[in-house]
């Protein structure tokens, strides 16, 4: 685990760049650095991964596979990631080949709650209230620390809103510790928010920064539904929630495109930030089409240790994500001039599985 | 041979698209669907070609190998091509299985300098005078009423310059006519022109018609090297040449982009066509950047049956060919923020390669 950037020396154009994960964002990873001239090695456990349509070589194999991971590590020149959740494991044996950007650190860091909290503190960025939880003892005391309502959430492998338990007026701890498996869990208090809002940052290799517009999130049945740019702030608080990302991306020295959610408090005036992806996010599908470059060429050019692109916006925004027969209306979406669809290629409509999602492009305001 | 416009059932999300040729237009063409939702099998005789890298399957198989291509067809929900002089006999054996697009008439029309340019003339549309030459006599007979300069060129499987050889006041018949091979050939009157010009126009299944503003074209060393938009012309001049662009569209019952090369006489004030390429063209390549859809995702929408696309222009744009060595240059364009590099991952840069190319975009003057 280093701190210090690596060499900056930029990937010429053919080299080959290996993501692990084989969903939509790794295929939009995948289209981006064809676009710049690099090919592809997906890595991941499903077969027919929809990212193995657009990469020139596909690796079906366990995170656990040590000999499956060698060979992926020495057929590539870089190892970026479509999700957090790689196995710390994995990531070290690949590090021992070749650079895996954004590092061991942000994953590290992001696989964890409490860690994540506590880097936050660390960094003097505000966070809910929140308090470690390894048992009911825990979990007793920390209620009545923190209070409720508040939200009961396993430190690690949570996402679109699994792995956690609301603890209300009326709710049994015992039944809400044992909801969540009795795992090492974290005990955060309930911001009474406004909206919640996210920044997309990235950080090169030469550590410059550069950070998109806030867009505005409103999510439904825990996932996310749509992102609007710009969001209903005000300037200073764009800037203000722009700047904590710059200040959290540089602390973690990253490499790459990182997400940053954060809850507005209206009344206080504050944001409050709620979690940090180590990789391209969902709220950040907007720039393909309201920007000059998208959140997917910005993570390329990173990792790739080229310079960073222009995250200036030509366009307001609004994401709407396609899940599940939302897909069945592609024809809608296709019709209306106004609206950029993008389709994962995803054989089944499951409900929950994100399909698709349409960026609808608005001229400028502010 | 149908002039009629195919069904117009658009293919959903998940459908395959057959693309012939696995050069950088096929690499593009393939990216743009896997950004619909569709999946890509190309069919190219050359061995891992750039296309390959983005899409779900590669043939490699000649032209002439009719299992290959029956396979293909059946593999495929649609098949379109990335070039120009796809073997007759092959579009053929592929239409038996599935519908073709832009289709043959296009295809047979574009293959021979001869028929295309009958077809201009008989579409009512200004071209250089021509006349066919089959021998030495011909040629001879062809010089004495067109006159000198003109240029002789094979009615077949030219590009870039090829297969061609300017008739200058002292040029000796006999030897421009072995040099291009006593093939079948067409001479043509040399258009004194200002500039050369080109509208991308594409064509729905459901006979709507959208063109993007016009380009101007320069040219270095017979290929292309710069497209500007606006072209340096009239408004009133670039609405006609987007009207002529329709016009040819419409006659040729055509499904998807076609490229037509104009030239700008500016003493006379007229536009003579000089060329129709049946596919993509290079001088389309600024629609990536300058416009909320590219050329390559409305052929994508024009061959899939969906409606096309808006061809409007949010950018002045400038796109720079990156041929051979150029591409080495790719560092300088990468740190300039207004600059969107493109490259096609080709290994090797020889001389007269296209290996990629830049788009340069500025604040819409126009």
Known sequence: ???????????????????????????????AAAELGFNCHIYCPEENPPAGEVAASTTCAAYE???????????????????????????????????????????????DRLREKTFLREAGIATAPFAAVSSLEDLKQAVATIGRPSILKTRRFG??????????????????????????????????????????????????IAAYDPGENVHKNHILHTTTVPAS???????????????????????????????????????????????????GHWTQDGCAVSQFEQHIRAIAGWPLGDPARHADAQMLNLIGEDAHNWQAFAQDAKCHVHLYGKKQARPGRKMGHVNRIRALTR
Do not use: C, W
Request: glycine content about 10%; cysteine-free; hydrophobic content about 45%.
């Open 1 to 31: 685990m280093t701190n210090t950037p690596p060499s900056s020396t930029p990937l010429a154009p053919g080299a080959r760049i290996g993501i692990l994960g084989g969903g939509q964002l790794g295929r939009m990873l995948a289209v």
């Open 65 to 111: 596979d040590e000999s499956a991971l060698t060979r992926f590590a020495e057929s590539v020149d870089v190892v970026t990631y479509e999700f957090e959740n790689v196995p710390e494991k994995a990531a070290a044996l690949l590090e021992a080949h070749v650079p895996v950007r954004p590092g061991p650190l942000a994953l590290a860091t992001a696989q």
């Open 159 to 208: 996402y679109d809103g699994k792995g956690q338990v609301k603890i209300e007026a009326d709710t049994d701890l015992a039944a809400a510790f044992e909801e969540i498996g009795r795992q090492p869990a974290i005990l955060e208090g309930f911001v009474p928010f406004t909206r919640e809002i996210s920044v997309i940052v990235a950080r090169g290799t030469d550590g410059k």
């Open 233 to 283: 702030i005000s300037e200073a608080t764009a800037a203000e929630a722009m700047e904590i990302a710059r200040k959290l991306i540089g602390a973690l020295s990253y490499i790459g495109v990182m997400g940053v959610e954060m809850f507005h408090l209206e009344t206080e005036g504050a944001l409050v930030v709620n979690e940090i992806a180590p990789r391209v996010h969902n709220s």
